[in-house]
């Protein structure tokens, strides 16, 4: 087990994202979204990154984002924790 804050980082091959079912895929791409720039003569860009910590997580799907931690000392026992955002990248 390891700890993973983004869910498309691979271990043994498999990342969250691959295990997790998808939705239909509603962006569109990017290099449209650079052609339009030369439309309008003001353009606005935003970063997701700080998005994904405000999205909540509905209750019962919680433990698909669920995670064991016991740090560095490996005598104590597992503390159990369960993301309630989105973490980046799922």
């Known amino acids: 087990m390891r700890l993973v804050f983004d869910a498309a980082a691979k271990s043994g ?3 969250l994202n691959d ?3 998808s939705g239909p ?15 309008y003569p003001v ?6 990154r700080e998005m994904f910590p ?12 669920r995670f064991l931690w016991r740090g560095s000392d490996r005598s104590r026992p597992l503390d159990e924790f369960v993301m ?5 990248g799922a």
């Open 54 to 65: 405000q999205i909540k997580i509905r209750e019962e799907d919680q433990p698909a984002q």
């Open 19 to 21: 295990a997790l079912m």
């Open 25 to 39: 895929d509603f962006l569109t791409p990017l290099p449209g979204h650079l052609f339009n720039f030369r439309h």
């Open 43 to 48: 353009a606005v860009t935003g970063d997701i």
């Open 84 to 88: 309630t955002s989105m973490i980046f």
């Open 13 to 15: 091959g498999i990342s």
